[in-house]
């Protein structure tokens, strides 16, 4: 059975109290739920928030913490980033890598990205890989060539050993932090394209034992319908991660 996942993006949100308060809140409704153990739940604050939130996950059944991005190099003179062995030291797990933002606002390419891939996976961290096309490239009907070019770019270098180890996170761009989320439908159809191009590229085993989130928009009302979803693992969540209650909704969101 491949992991269900709930991830929690807060970007560039929250001031140090209030990431404190918000993590405590989240592992306060987590520490006896235990319906909830078996579901992974990363929580993904601003770097500087990281040791935090990992010492205070500390305890809690496959509760985890990561970092939003981090340097395709593994150390040296790059001022202002940071590494994924820094990320690991403060008890990071999971690295999103590839965000829309990051690709947009940042100019990231594939090919960067698959740099950072590879420094991930060499610090044995878990790779969260974001995919997902534009309005545009959706009118056009071109959002399978789109998730197709952004995965087989970044990702499909990689042994079947390594690529097991990754997360896929499908975010259409048109639906992030806008309200628009994709139907269940436009999910699943993505999401079962994706299986299939990976196991085209490695089998069977390794499609099936795939993780592959959905971002954008899902929220607490939305989540149980995208959940539902044969090939929907779960959601990669901004802004209703940075509310504990709401975050929590989420997670109970699996159908059982
Ligand atoms: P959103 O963000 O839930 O606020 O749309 C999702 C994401 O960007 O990961």
Known sequence: MR??????????????????ELVDEITIALKDDTKSDEIVKVLIPSFPYLRK???????????????QNCAYEEAGAYTGEVSAGMIKSL??????????????YFHETNEELKR??????GQSLTPIFCIGESHEKRHAKEHFAVVEKQISDSLF???????KKVVLAYEPVWAIG??????????????????????KKYGK???????ILYGGSCNSKNATELFACPDVDGGL???ASLTAKDFVTIIHSFPS
Request: charged share 15%; aromatic share 6%; hydrophobic share 40%.
């Open 237 to 239: 969540i901004g802004g």
């Open 116 to 121: 950072k891939v590879n420094i991930v996976l």
């Open 205 to 211: 085993e390794v499609a099936t034992s795939l993780s």
């Open 53 to 67: 939130v990992a010492r205070h996950s500390h305890g809690i059944p496959n509760l985890f913490t990561g970092a």
């Open 91 to 104: 008890g990071g797990t999971y690295v999103i890598i590839g965000h829309s933002e990051r690709r947009s």
């Open 157 to 163: 270098h990689l042994i079947a050993a390594d690529f």
């Open 178 to 199: 806008t309200g628009l989320t994709a139907t269940s439908q436009q999910a699943q159809e993505m999401h079962l394209f994706i299986r299939t191009l990976v196991e």
């Open 3 to 20: 992991k269900k996942i709930v991830a929690g993006n807060w970007k560039m949100n929250k001031l140090y109290s209030e990431a404190v």
